[in-house]
């Protein structure tokens, strides 16, 4: 019999209970037990849903309370000096603190340990998940000092469950951390690691369980020798350990790393056939008969319902060669995806027949399940028809294929991305007509997003406040940000973004071929949720879509205004993309539709048009073979939308990171006349990217974190400003924030730009 299994479920819960608990719980309006019920409430009800969905074999240890690579640091005590409690037992403080930081007025009143800064945030893959990096010293021991996994599985148990442990596996746990201190190899700490797992396997085994999954999702990635190396030594260890151990494979290929997850001293794997199906017929010839083979089949990382035809044949000829060693599951965990698609209640059936999330997923692995060990159920024929018939809704509906988008997609030529003339030209036309002094100061776009902002967009968007009585207010807002900057002396204004919820929905709403959910959060970080829009069909601008905002603006000085846009590849990486074309066409589509805007703007008089790509950097495909194409057809997606413009109109963009390596040559291929940048939080450091390779066209490298409520004074930009001289010539350089103001106050704004304005005030005189 095929067995079905569930690599993790959303934790935050079907009405985000988790998020809502934890923010109580931190405002201390609810106490430690009341956290822990909900915890425990969630946990029951997610087993329960999974296994009424059909799945055999339950995930334990995906709950967490803030982040799972966090709950992994406490079980190993990996816990930096700054969180360690006095008592040497952590608590859950210790876990919020190491999260969230803690400030200095917290820990006198006894919180925990001292004022400390939060342990540093990166993303989970390719995933928009952020987990919280694991920090080693050299003299880092291990010991377990964590007992949630452990009371989990009891909790499981004593409710009747079958359950799978999940745990991150040794490699992968200290390939996501850093070294701190004296450096040093952290591959060097594996043997003092594993001691940690045997004992993990030997508690759980004395509880009973059969499985445990242990997963190994760097094996997707490009791993030097010594990594590969330390896998086989590492699991040889691990194998006299008791339990048998599934590792598990995702968000990728493994590709050269094949032959050794198939060879690995454990009792079962699972690849990722969504991502990576290629690997399919391969990994039936290498994996030795006595494993378990789990098919990672419905996309853990999306929301549409599987091809259930497809896959099950599929499956099929997997069975044939494995019989009872064949598992089916997610690609992934559905950590990445939304709760329950029953929730929806304003889809129209259509769209929502198309979709499937978290629950919807369960079903479809358990029904791929009975398929394969029952294939005369009725249930099966029944959904296995109706999945048909769903696909091919799909390929013929006029929702998603639209005949005048895909002929102007087929009508673009090379010359389309490139502008009429080259940069040296453009910039000569651009700065007679645009008269700016030297050092020209501006700002990313945003203004502070006030509670009296929110309030109208609400009240609009609930039908309590009326067209005229919104416009006006929204008037009001960009009327008082043109005069905050007309004031402070700014050179280059923006309307503010007053009217903006957010940079990919704003747009989203406004484009053909989105749709949108009501209830379709997932995990960001800690209690932190994103709802993603959702690209159903061929994109396309039905009409302008800033341009009355932005003409207002302009009405209102004699200074030149800077329109503000989303790029392409930005509204792509955060929405859920179509999984029936690829990556690159969505761009292309998104592409044309923000070139209509471009050209609007630029018609309507705008001099100077900002298009945003903050998350260029973040596309990047886990595999370096996979770099070159993604960034080609990134930054020609930009090209596409920006090169429409007359010479003299001037195309800016902004990008808010600062590793710039890999990617310079290919913001440079991007060829927009100015680049923000952020720089301020490493010291203009990323301009050593600048340095090696000569960036042709203007930078405004960030002077001032705008991510802290604190006011950088005139020295310190005069300072960051020169060393950027040093290496940028001065007539190429602008003077801006680091990225957008609407999370600040408007008196942190002034004042910080007060200073800005005066430390480019005094560059002009020392070094113009
Ligand atoms: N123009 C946007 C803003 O100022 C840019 C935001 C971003 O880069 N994340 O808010
Ligand atoms: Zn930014």
Redesign the pocket.
Same mark, same amino acid.
């Given at each position: 019999m095929a067995l079905s299994h569930s690599l993790g479920f959303p934790r935050i819960g079907r009405d985000r209970e988790l998020k809502k608990a934890l923010e109580a719980y931190w405002k201390g309006e609810l106490d430690e037990a009341g956290l822990q019920a909900v915890g425990r409430r969630l946990r029951a009800a997610h087993w329960q849903v999974q296994k009424d969905a059909g799945i055999d074999l339950l995930p334990v240890g995906d709950f967490a309370w803030y982040d799972h690579v966090l709950t992994h640091s406490l079980t190993f005590g990996v816990i930096p000096e700054r969180f360690r409690p006095k008592s040497g037992q952590p608590t859950l403080d210790t876990l919020f603190a190491m999260a969230r930081g803690v400030s200095a007025n917290k820990s006198s009143q006894g919180a925990c340990c001292g004022s400390a800064h939060a342990q540093e945030m990166t993303k989970w893959f390719d995933t928009n998940y952020h987990y919280l990096v694991p920090e080693f010293s050299a003299d880092q021991q291990f010991q377990l000092s964590w007992e949630q996994l452990f009371e989990e599985v009891a909790e499981a148990h004593s409710l009747g469950h079958r359950v799978k442990p999940v745990i991150i596996g040794p490699l992968t746990y200290l390939w996501l951390g850093k070294t701190k201190g004296a450096a040093f190899d952290r591959l060097d700490l594996l043997e003092r690691l594993l001691p940690v797992y045997g004992e993990i396997l030997q508690r759980l085994a004395t509880q009973g369980v059969e499985w445990v999954q242990i997963d190994e999702p760097i094996l997707a990635l490009d791993l030097p020798q010594d990594w590969k190396n330390a896998f086989e030594r590492g699991y040889n260890i691990l194998q006299r350990e008791p339990g048998k151990k599934l590792i598990a494979t995702y968000f990728g290929g493994l590709e050269d790393n094949l032959g050794l997850a198939a060879s690995l001293p454990v009792d079962g794997l699972h690849i990722d056939l969504v991502r990576a199906p290629e690997q399919f017929p391969t990994i039936l010839d290498r994996l030795p008969a006595y494993k378990v083979l789990s098919l990672g089949v419905v996309d853990g990382r999306n929301i549409w319902r599987t091809d259930l035809q497809r896959t099950l044949a599929i499956l099929q000829q997997a069975q044939e060669r494995l019989g009872e060693r064949l598992w089916v599951a997610p690609s992934c965990s559905l950590l990445h995806s939304p709760v329950d698609l029953e929730r929806e209640d304003q889809l129209g059936d259509e769209l929502k027949s198309w979709l499937a999330f978290a629950v919807q997923k369960c079903k479809e692995v358990a029904l791929l399940t009975t398929a394969l060990n029952a294939p005369h159920n009725a249930n099966v024929q029944a959904a296995l028809t109706q999945s048909e018939a769903i696909q091919a809704s799909r390929t013929q509906s006029p929702r998603i294929h639209k005949p005048a988008v895909q002929a102007r997609l087929a009508a673009i030529t090379a010359a389309d991305s490139q502008r009429q003339s080259a940069f040296a030209q453009r910039i000569e036309q651009q700065r007679a007509r645009l008269q700016l002094p030297v050092f020209p100061t501006t700002t990313? &776009?945003?203004f502070p997003q006030t509670a009296a902002i929110r309030l109208a967009r609400q009240s609009f968007k609930a039908g309590k406040l009326s067209l005229a009585d919104y416009t006006e207010a929204m008037h009001n807002e960009i009327r008082h940000a043109v005069e905050v900057q007309e004031n402070l002396g700014l050179d280059v204004l923006v309307h503010g973004?007053a009217e903006r919820n957010d %940079?990919v929905e704003y747009f989203a709403e406004q484009l053909d071929g989105y749709a949108f959910t009501r209830f379709g959060w997932v995990q960001s970080y800690g209690s932190r949720c994103v709802k993603p829009a959702v690209i159903v069909g061929d994109l396309s601008r039905p009409q302008a879509m800033t341009v009355e905002w932005i003409r207002y603006a302009q009405g209102l000085s004699r200074k030149v205004l800077k329109g %503000?846009l989303t790029g392409p590849v930005t509204m792509l990486m955060w929405s859920f993309p179509r999984d029936d074309i690829s990556r690159e066409q969505q761009a292309r589509q998104l592409a044309l539709a923000i070139r209509d805007e471009v050209l609007d703007l630029e018609a309507a008089g705008i001099k100077i048009i900002q298009i945003?790509e903050?998350a260029f950097r973040e596309g990047l495909p886990l595999r370096q073979a996979q770099w070159q194409g993604y960034l080609n057809w990134a930054s020609e997606a930009f090209g596409l939308c920006a090169a429409g413009v007359r010479d003299e109109t001037q195309i800016h963009t902004?990008m /808010?990171y600062s590793e710039f390596n890999d990617v310079i040559e290919s913001i440079a291929a991007m060829d927009a006349d100015v680049i923000t940048i952020e720089t301020s939080r490493s010291d203009m450091q990323l301009l050593q990217a600048f340095e090696a390779f000569d960036y042709p066209n203007d930078i405004g490298p960030g002077v001032y974190d705008i991510h802290s409520p604190r006011v950088p004074d005139t020295a310190e930009m005069v300072k960051l400003l020169r060393k950027a001289a040093q290496r940028i010539p001065v007539e190429r350089l602008w003077v801006n924030p680091d /990225? &957008?103001l609407?999370t600040r106050a408007w008196s942190e704004t002034e004042a910080a730009l007060i200073n800005m304005v005066a430390a480019a005030r005094q560059l002009r005189t020392e070094l113009a």
């Open positions: 990313i &776009g945003s973004e %940079m %503000m945003d903050a902004h /808010c /990225c &957008g609407k």
